[in-house]
């Protein structure tokens, strides 16, 4: 009976680790994120001054795929340090109503902004350059857009991938990906 008391507790135990704390507005909350007014240009701006990549996720209350990345990615230390030391994130409700500003001057509530850039899937997830014209979207400026929920290895190789500006380069991301993660399991 106590084997059993004890596996019980240390399973509740786990689970409360890994259980990803909810905001008021039903969405998964992470230390690393950033309360900000959404105005995109402002963000770029502070992500800049200190030395970080502009990082937006869109999710949504009841993502069951947005509660893996919280719950069995976003947790694992090395991720969550690399996010915390190179990114600046903004996270952005699909169905949300704080208005949000893109990089061309067009305010919108987060909802109709996600319509703007099509974002159909949650979460989504846009990588930005240093530098972004006044002119364009943010679906037109960001080099990278990881949709959907992926697993550890391609979710870090994407985010050293931006951070190496691999966009630049020569080699896609797949076939970064696949090198990396050959190295990273060999």
């Known amino acids: 009976m106590f084997r059993l008391f004890a596996l019980l507790t240390a399973l509740i135990l786990a689970f409360q680790v890994n259980a990803a704390e909810l905001g008021d507005d039903g969405l998964h909350k992470a230390p690393w994120m950033r309360d900000t007014f959404k105005d995109l240009t402002e963000d770029l701006e502070e992500a800049n001054a200190e030395g970080k990549r502009l990082m937006i996720m869109v999710e949504q209350r009841g ?3 947005c509660k893996k990345m919280h719950e069995e990615v976003f947790v694992v230390p090395e991720v969550a340090q690399y996010i915390e030391d190179n990114f600046f994130v903004v996270q952005i409700n699909m169905f949300g109503d704080v208005d949000v500003t893109d990089f061309d001057g067009t305010t919108l509530p987060e909802k109709d902004m996600v319509k703007r850039w099509g974002a159909l899937f949650t979460p989504s997830i846009y990588f930005f350059p240093e530098e972004v014209g ?6 037109q400026a960001a080099v990278a857009n990881m949709p959907g929920a992926f697993g550890r290895w391609t979710t870090f190789n994407m985010l050293n991938w931006v951070v190496e500006k691999g966009y ?5 991301f797949q076939k970064y990906h696949a090198r990396k993660f050959e190295e990273q399991n060999g």
């Open 168 to 172: 630049d380069g020569d080699e896609p």
């Open 134 to 139: 006044d002119d364009v979207i943010a679906t």
């Open 63 to 65: 993502c069951i795929y």
